[in-house]
């Protein structure tokens, strides 16, 4: 099944016609007089003597492989220059056979030292060994070098065409896969549109995969096979005439010609996706990855072939936000990605421009509820808007690369909140949020120290938070950030434990001081007994290590209670207050220092 559409045709030789010919016998002064000296040459010897003797001289007597056989007959046929009545037939034939030498893998050269042979031969049969020679043997001579040297021009222009074809298939052509690349993509489906009558659809997918370590270490022909055996197993489940191209190391682009209908988009879409996967599966099992596609189609959602694939890949990053296999473009897509786009802006703009704020949530102790510590939080007020929800925030920070970046404002910002407290008395620790990135930071231990050196607070009034997915098994870089900054007086606090696969590994090599239960568990503590064991094991396991633990999400008395019954150190939630401005937070504790009530002062 031929599903790849092919590269662009071209001829592989100039068109002979009366005309052309004529020029290009007047361009090598081949008239009427060399004419009739060439064919009284050919009563003199046999076309087949010469051939013989072209033969013997490239030795293709016995030609039988590779590109020799392809010599042979041109060889032959050559021999037949005595023979021709100078209309097109001949020079057509000799272009046809010399293209198919030249395919075969003959040198560029091959026509003109044949042609040589060939003159070298007409000669000797000409002059033998005769000191004396005749003008009209002279005369034949020069007609036949005259009439070798016009075919070997005509030649020469077959493989400079041929060459020229090359280069532009190279240019439109993927060397590994043998299918259309971008270049021609793009043409290809300009064509399809420009041809797409009324009543008619064309589909287009986009196919993007995101490969794990496992594929990204492989040497360059492993992943040369990869790709090519994914290739092959795409157009195995494609029609004949749709057309498979690709748009980069991971990515491909099928035009879906002659649609009855738009659900066939994302038939195929569904089809390409399971044949990668039952590929990965059988062929290449310890390679991991997501296979992901988006579908639009003509001309619903667009008429123009940059619309159309703006339409395909705004339905492909749908597909990969919302974790689903394949998604189609459609009116709501399209705007929630133009709100996302806007988002993401916003939000690069909002830390460049310092628009974000360090709330404040207060950690009590437990069972006094004395004021001792408050974790960091990051909240924007949007212009003219709510508050932006923070995992939003972070998702799109992380998406754009711009993590590492916000941890160090964040980090800055702490030490500048923990000096205006420590001004008005409230010596009390505050937690922030480390990512991935922060901890193969080589800098980062350093970064901290002068932080709190400039704003004269101590290192030890800061807990690190670090959550499990930021956390890699055996990272040595991590790991050594995390003994320097223990080392520097900082404290350390996994957050979110239980949530992850690795708990108990990280308890045992991690050089933490709390741990954080989240409040997905919390919770739900005195709603069901088995949520009640799970928190109150995790309790006594982290008192078996030595460390302190803080539960998140306590917004009511009940919760409290049993949590204080379990031993919990510290609890943080809306029964104690909600997040603040360092302002409202210093006087809520100021309120709280006076003896006013447990809520806050808002």
């Given at each position: 099944?031929?599903?790849s559409a092919?590269?662009?045709v ?9 005309d ?7 361009r090598?002064r ?5 004419q009739?000296?060439v064919?009284a040459?050919?009563r003199?010897?046999?076309?087949r003597?010469?051939?013989?003797a072209?033969?013997?001289r490239?030795?293709?007597?016995e030609?039988s492989v590779?590109v020799e056989p392809?010599?042979r ?10 023979e021709?009545?100078f209309?097109p037939?001949?020079p ?10 030249y ?7 091959f026509?003109?030292v ?8 007409c ?5 033998s060994?005769r000191a ?5 043997e002279?005369d034949i001579?020069t007609?036949l070098?005259r009439?070798?040297w016009?075919l070997g021009?005509l ?5 400079i065409?041929h060459?020229h ?7 439109d ?8 690349n971008?270049r021609?993509?793009?043409?290809l489906?300009a064509?399809?549109?420009?041809g ?8 287009l997918l986009?196919?993007d995969?995101?490969w ?17 055996a994914?290739?092959?197993?795409i ?5 004949s005439?749709?057309?498979?191209c690709?748009?980069?190391?991971d990515q491909?682009a099928i035009?879906l010609p002659?649609?009855l ?5 994302s038939?195929a879409g569904?089809?390409v ?12 099992p310890?390679q ?5 596609a988006?579908?639009a189609w ?6 123009d072939p ?18 689903r296999?394949?998604d ?9 990605g133009?709100?996302?786009?806007g988002?993401?802006?916003?939000v ?8 974000f704020?360090?709330?404040?949530q207060?950690q009590?102790?437990?069972p006094s509820?004395?004021l001792?510590?408050?974790e960091?939080l ?6 003219g808007q709510?508050i ?10 992380e ?6 970046e916000l941890?160090r ?8 909140v923990l000096?205006t ?7 009390v620790?505050?937690s922030?949020?480390l990512v991935?990135d922060?901890l193969n930071?080589?800098?980062?231990p350093l970064f901290?120290g002068q932080?709190?050196?400039t704003?004269r607070?101590?290192?030890s009034r ?7 997915g930021?956390?890699?098994?055996r990272?040595g870089?991590?790991?050594?950030n995390?003994?320097v900054l223990r080392v ?8 979110d434990?239980g949530t992850?696969?690795s708990s108990m590994?990280y308890l045992?090599?991690?050089p933490v ?8 568990f919390?919770?739900?503590i005195?709603?069901?007994?088995n ?10 396991i ?9 539960a998140?999400?306590v917004?009511d008395?009940?919760t409290?209670?049993v949590?204080?019954?379990m ?6 939630g ?6 603040m401005?360092?302002?409202?937070f210093?006087?809520?504790w100021?309120a709280?220092r006076?003896?006013?009530?447990d809520t806050p002062?808002?």
């Amino acid at each position: 099944m031929n599903t790849s559409a092919p590269l662009p045709v071209r001829s592989p030789y100039p068109l002979i016609d009366e005309d052309t010919l004529a020029r290009l016998l007047l361009r090598y002064r081949v008239g009427q007089s060399e004419q009739a000296a060439v064919r009284a040459f050919g009563r003199i010897i046999s076309s087949r003597d010469l051939a013989d003797a072209l033969l013997l001289r490239f030795d293709l007597a016995e030609a039988s492989v590779g590109v020799e056989p392809s010599l042979r007959a041109f060889c032959i046929e050559l021999a037949r220059i005595t023979e021709w009545d100078f209309t097109p037939a001949w020079p057509i034939r000799m272009v046809a056979l010399w293209s198919e030498c030249y395919l075969s893998g003959a040198v560029a050269e091959f026509p003109f030292v044949a042609i040589e042979a060939l003159l070298a031969s007409c000669q000797q049969n000409l002059f033998s060994d005769r000191a004396m020679v005749h003008r009209l043997e002279l005369d034949i001579l020069t007609a036949l070098v005259r009439l070798g040297w016009c075919l070997g021009g005509l030649l020469s222009e077959v493989s400079i065409d041929h060459e020229h074809a090359f280069r532009l298939d190279a240019e439109d052509g993927d060397a590994v896969l043998g299918i259309p690349n971008r270049r021609r993509f793009l043409t290809l489906l300009a064509e399809r549109l420009s041809g797409l009558a009324d009543q008619q659809i064309l589909g287009l997918l986009v196919l993007d995969i995101e490969w794990g370590r496992s594929v990204d270490v492989l040497a360059m022909d492993e992943r040369d096979h990869l790709r090519l055996a994914l290739s092959d197993a795409i157009r195995a489940v494609l029609r004949s005439n749709d057309v498979l191209c690709t748009l980069g190391e991971d990515q491909w682009a099928i035009i879906l010609p002659e649609l009855l209908h738009p659900a066939q988009v994302s038939l195929a879409g569904n089809k390409v996706i399971d044949a990668c996967e039952v590929l990965r599966g059988n062929n290449f099992p310890g390679q991991r990855g997501r296979f992901h596609a988006g579908g639009a189609w003509a001309p619903e959602h667009a008429d123009d072939p940059l619309g159309l694939i703006q339409a395909a890949r705004s339905a492909l990053a749908a597909a990969k936000t919302a974790g689903r296999a394949f998604d189609h473009f459609s009116s709501d897509l399209a705007a929630r990605g133009q709100s996302d786009a806007g988002f993401e802006s916003e939000v690069a703009r909002a830390l460049e421009s310092r628009q974000f704020q360090i709330f404040l949530q207060p950690q009590v102790e437990l069972p006094s509820r004395r004021l001792v510590g408050a974790e960091a939080l990051l909240r924007w007020h949007r212009e003219g808007q709510a508050i932006a929800s923070p995992p939003d925030i972070l998702a799109v920070l992380e998406r754009i690369g711009l993590m590492g970046e916000l941890s160090r404002w964040v980090i800055q910002q702490t030490a500048q909140v923990l000096a205006t407290l420590a001004h008005v008395g409230c010596e009390v620790a505050v937690s922030v949020n480390l990512v991935a990135d922060d901890l193969n930071d080589p800098e980062l231990p350093l970064f901290i120290g002068q932080t709190c050196e400039t704003w004269r607070v101590p290192t030890s009034r800061m807990c690190f938070e670090l959550t499990e997915g930021s956390l890699v098994p055996r990272d040595g870089m991590s790991k050594h950030n995390l003994e320097v900054l223990r080392v520097g007086g900082g404290r350390l606090a996994l957050d979110d434990f239980g949530t992850g696969y690795s708990s108990m590994d990280y308890l045992r090599r991690l050089p933490v001081d709390e741990l954080k239960l989240d409040k997905s568990f919390v919770e739900r503590i005195t709603l069901t007994d088995n949520d009640r064991a799970i928190v109150e094991l995790m309790v006594r396991i982290a008192h078996t290590f030595g460390l302190d633990v803080v539960a998140e999400g306590v917004e009511d008395v009940a919760t409290e209670t049993v949590l204080r019954e379990m031993g919990c150190d510290r609890a943080q939630g809306y029964l104690y207050a909600p997040a603040m401005s360092v302002e409202q937070f210093i006087k809520w504790w100021g309120a709280r220092r006076e003896g006013a009530l447990d809520t806050p002062v808002l």
